[in-house]
């Protein structure tokens, strides 16, 4: 059983940027889709960014001018790069992988899933 592990969420000011890191163990990464997801609190949890096994990425709309989403396989490792942070992006930042992805931002898609990282942008 592998274990997905979120990390770089912070406190920051509107405008600042942030780099999430989601590393994994006991199985590898990019032989899956990865995706980035936001719940604020109260809300539903959301798709962000996902990147496939092949490579291809797709983001949100509210965050495809912002946001980008890399891996590194020698590090076993994807990446959520966040830049010019809004407060609305405030929330719980989840990483979580499938195997047998269609709906690359639904939540629905994934098997396995991280704790989160806190993420609070301040006005």
């Known amino acids: 059983q592998g274990q997905i592990v979120e990390s770089g969420g912070a406190l920051v000011q509107s405008g600042e940027s942030l780099r999430l890191v989601c590393a994994a163990s006991?199985?590898?990464?990019?032989?899956?889709?990865v995706a980035w997801f936001h719940q604020a609190p109260g809300e539903e949890r959301e798709g962000v960014a996902c990147?496939?096994?092949?490579?291809?990425?797709m983001l949100a709309n509210s965050v495809r001018h912002r946001f980008a989403i890399s891996r590194d396989p020698r590090r076993n490792e994807v990446y959520l790069q966040m830049n010019n942070l809004r407060p609305d992006d405030s929330g719980v930042y989840y990483c979580?992988?499938?195997?047998?992805?269609?709906?690359?931002?639904?939540?629905?898609?994934?098997?396995?899933w991280g704790q989160g990282t806190q993420v609070t942008v301040s006005s």
């Open positions: 006991g199985f590898t990464l990019d032989q899956t889709t």
């Open positions: 990147i496939r096994r092949s490579g291809g990425s």
């Open positions: 979580a992988s499938g195997n047998n992805v269609f709906g690359c931002l639904s939540p629905r898609e994934y098997e396995q």
